[in-house]
């Protein structure tokens, strides 16, 4: 049984063997995004402790060659496994790449102070599974009041920053650059050749990459364009078009995840800021698309950084707004991830 298909039978208690707390919470950790769906992680738990290392033969050496986006996604899982710890009523102490000599240990939680979640945690904790990846455009409908201020607000907490491109301009010049990334993936044979590793025919019994049912079959037009990663091949597989798919779509509020400098903690703090955003957005209905191609591509994401960033380092690219198909994902089961 998953920890999401009946949270109070399994819910462990205070009383609960470290054990069962280690399983719960990877469990939950293992729901966070990764690029390319790759789940670049494994996991221990020993005592009150849980640790998390970076799975590099998880990596991308074309597209991620210095780890940069296998860092995201592992301080996306260490968020998640923060938020699962608190919604048991522990309070994490966290201690990011705690040892120097092993820069695949990304991080070592440890607890001993009981502390009762809050609503808020609750929330997160729910939105956890949830959350899923959005591969498209979007429809008409405004955000919430105040809701861009509050991701703001969120990714801030994390020590990163959510830039939203308001302007016409900017955004189309976004549009623009993550085109042009998207072009260069397609065109460039080892990073197509990368990417197809990681999408998964219809049928298949794998439990990462991305699968037919996590996007539509039918790319809907969006204004303006921010074209999705090509997981099909040029396959007609995905999700079948719903009854408004003829229509234009909105690229709906389009934001870009900064930091202020470029280093693997900060990768990490990304993650975990990408996170926690992602969550709250889907605690408050919101759906949210994620772009990394152009920051794959040397030129285009030194040309983010300095004309559309103000000179802090672009993370991540992200849309939100209103989506009625969600796709769901695949996550391997915990035992093949917790030692």
């Given at each position: 049984?998953?920890?999401?298909?009946?949270?109070?039978?399994?819910?462990?208690?205070?009383?609960?063997?470290?054990?069962?707390?280690?399983?719960?919470?990877?469990?939950?950790?293992?729901?966070?995004?990764?690029?390319?769906?790759?789940?670049?992680?494994?996991?221990?738990?020993?005592?009150?402790?849980?640790?998390?290392?970076?799975?590099?033969?998880?990596?991308?050496?074309?597209?991620?060659?210095?780890?940069?986006?296998?860092?995201?996604?592992?301080?996306?899982?260490?968020?998640?496994?923060?938020?699962?710890?608190?919604?048991?009523?522990?309070?994490?102490?966290?201690?990011?790449?705690?040892?120097?000599?092993?820069?695949?240990?990304?991080?070592?939680?440890?607890?001993?102070?009981?502390?009762?979640?809050?609503?808020?945690?609750?929330?997160?904790?729910?939105?956890?599974?949830?959350?899923?990846?959005?591969?498209?455009?979007?429809?008409?409908?405004?955000?919430?009041?105040?809701?861009?201020?509050?991701?703001?607000?969120?990714?801030?907490?994390?020590?990163?920053?959510?830039?939203?491109?308001?302007?016409?301009?900017?955004?189309?010049?976004?549009?623009?650059?993550?085109?042009?990334?998207?072009?260069?993936l397609r065109h460039d044979e080892a990073r197509a050749r990368e990417?197809?590793?990681?999408?998964?025919?219809?049928?298949?019994?794998?439990?990462?990459?991305?699968?037919?049912?996590?996007?539509?079959?039918?790319?809907?037009?969006?204004?303006?364009?921010?074209?999705?990663?090509?997981?099909?091949?040029?396959?007609?597989?995905?999700?079948?078009?719903?009854?408004?798919?003829?229509?234009?779509?909105?690229?709906?509020?389009?934001?870009?995840?900064?930091?202020?400098?470029?280093?693997?903690?900060?990768?990490?703090s990304a993650g975990q800021a990408l996170q926690r955003v992602l969550?709250?957005?889907?605690?408050?209905?919101?759906?949210?698309?994620?772009?990394?191609?152009?920051?794959?591509?040397?030129?285009?994401?030194?040309?983010?950084?300095?004309?559309?960033?103000?000179?802090?380092?672009?993370?991540?690219?992200?849309?939100?707004?209103?989506?009625?198909?969600?796709?769901?994902?695949?996550?391997?089961?915990?035992?093949?991830?917790?030692?």
């Open positions: 049984m998953s920890v999401f298909d009946s949270p109070s039978d399994v819910l462990p208690d205070q009383a609960s063997s470290p054990e069962e707390i280690a399983r719960f919470v990877v469990e939950a950790a293992i729901n966070a995004p990764s690029v390319n769906n790759t789940q670049p992680w494994w996991f221990y738990g020993i005592d009150r402790e849980i640790g998390m290392h970076a799975d590099t033969e998880r990596s991308l050496p074309v597209a991620d060659p210095d780890g940069r986006e296998m860092m995201i996604s592992c301080g996306a899982a260490l968020f998640t496994a923060r938020v699962a710890l608190r919604y048991l009523g522990v309070v994490p102490k966290v201690r990011v790449l705690p040892e120097q000599d092993l820069p695949t240990l990304v991080a070592k939680i440890n607890w001993s102070e009981s502390v009762p979640a809050v609503g808020y945690e609750r929330e997160l904790f729910a939105a956890v599974p949830r959350r899923h990846t959005h591969r498209g455009g979007f429809g008409p409908e405004p955000l919430p009041a105040g809701a861009l201020a509050a991701l703001q607000i969120e990714a801030a907490k994390e020590g990163a920053k959510l830039l939203v491109l308001a302007g016409e301009d900017q955004r189309d010049a976004l549009a623009a650059v993550v085109e042009a990334g998207d072009y260069a990417q197809a590793h990681w999408g998964t025919g219809p049928g298949s019994r794998r439990r990462d990459g991305v699968p037919p049912s996590a996007y539509p079959a039918r790319q809907a037009r969006i204004e303006p364009n921010f074209p999705a990663r090509d997981f099909a091949h040029g396959h007609d597989w995905g999700l079948p078009p719903d009854s408004g798919d003829h229509l234009a779509r909105s690229a709906g509020i389009v934001t870009v995840l900064t930091t202020s400098s470029d280093r693997p903690h900060d990768w990490i969550l709250f957005a889907a605690s408050s209905g919101l759906a949210a698309a994620l772009h990394s191609q152009p920051l794959e591509v040397p030129q285009l994401r030194d040309f983010s950084k300095v004309h559309l960033c103000d000179g802090a380092y672009p993370q991540m690219v992200l849309r939100f707004g209103a989506a009625g198909q969600t796709g769901a994902s695949v996550r391997r089961p915990v035992q093949d991830v917790l030692l």
